[in-house]
Nanobody
Framework: VQVVESGGGLVQAGGSLRLTCTMS????????MGWFRQAPGKEREGVSC????????YYRSSVKGRFTIFRDNAKNSLYLQMNSLKPEDTAMYYC??????????????????WGQGTQVTVSS
């Protein structure tokens, strides 16, 4: 299984971006899926995750109400719609296959399949 992220870029505060994670080698609806991010000098953190059937979604508190995670099975892709972006959202964003997902947490190991990341930079 491989995933590739796209859609990052430079945006002003208050703007929007949509990140895309496209899977090859399997189907995106066979797995729990997630988005993580890592800012310079900080640890990687879970941003949003979705269970295999979509019944459970997780959002870290700082993005609730601003970010939305969803799949398009026909395009074999996972998305993260990011609205009302803030400078503190600046980070490299990664897609991961098969994270642990609950309503209040999301975690993944280094052995999970990860994408190469896409950079999001929010200017003030």
């Amino acid at each position: 299984v491989q995933v590739v992220e796209s859609g990052g870029g430079l945006v002003q505060a208050g703007g929007s971006l949509r990140l895309t994670c496209t899977m090859s080698g399997s189907r995106v609806d066979y797995y729990h899926m997630g988005w993580f991010r890592q800012a310079p000098g900080k640890e990687r953190e879970g941003v949003s995750c979705i269970s295999v059937n979509g019944a459970i979604t997780y959002y870290r508190s700082s993005v609730k109400g601003r970010f939305t995670i969803f799949r398009d099975n026909a395009k074999n892709s996972l998305y993260l719609q990011m609205n009302s972006l803030k400078p503190e959202d600046t980070a490299m964003y990664y897609c991961v296959v098969g994270p642990f997902v609950s309503g209040d947490s999301c975690s993944a190991a280094s052995t999970n399949p990860w994408g190469q990341g896409t950079q999001v930079t929010v200017s003030s």
